[in-house]
């Protein structure tokens, strides 16, 4: 059993930047991949990024490549997503989630195990 718990949301003006933390319970935390998804208002969750469990492979959706960073501390058994160059349309619940590792990165919710309670980011026009 894995708990996520996520923080640093927020309100922030377009251009900006942002950085999420999802804190894990469990003494196996590298031995799961994590990913960071979003939902907007109205519309489906979608994938965000992604990290394997010893955090040498990652993976991005499009519309945050070049502009949004996942991390990993495996010791703190924390996750991290860095959001810059923040715009409007980034405005969405974010949430941390994690599947057991594997040699292929998923991006598809069903995928994964765990998930949790979602931070709210804002980005202002």
């Known amino acids: 059993q894995v708990q996520l718990v996520e923080s640093g949301g927020g309100l922030v003006q377009a251009g900006g930047s942002l950085t999420l933390s999802c804190a894990a319970s469990?003494?196996?935390?590298?031995?799961?991949?994590m990913g960071w998804f979003r939902q907007a208002p109205g519309q489906a969750r979608e994938f965000v990024a992604v990290?394997?469990?010893?955090?040498?492979?990652?993976s991005y959706a499009n519309s945050v490549k070049g502009r949004f960073t996942i991390s990993r501390d495996n010791a703190e058994a924390m996750v991290y997503l860095q959001m810059d160059s923040l715009k409007p349309e980034d405005t969405a619940v974010y949430y941390c989630?994690?599947?057991?590792?594997?040699?292929?990165?998923?991006?598809?919710?069903?995928?994964?195990?765990?998930w949790g309670q979602g931070t709210q980011v804002t980005v202002s026009s």
């Open positions: 989630a994690a599947r057991p590792d594997s040699i292929v990165l998923s991006t598809r919710l069903a995928q994964y195990d765990y």
């Open positions: 469990g003494r196996t935390f590298s031995m799961y991949a």
């Open positions: 990290i394997n469990g010893r955090a040498g492979i990652t």
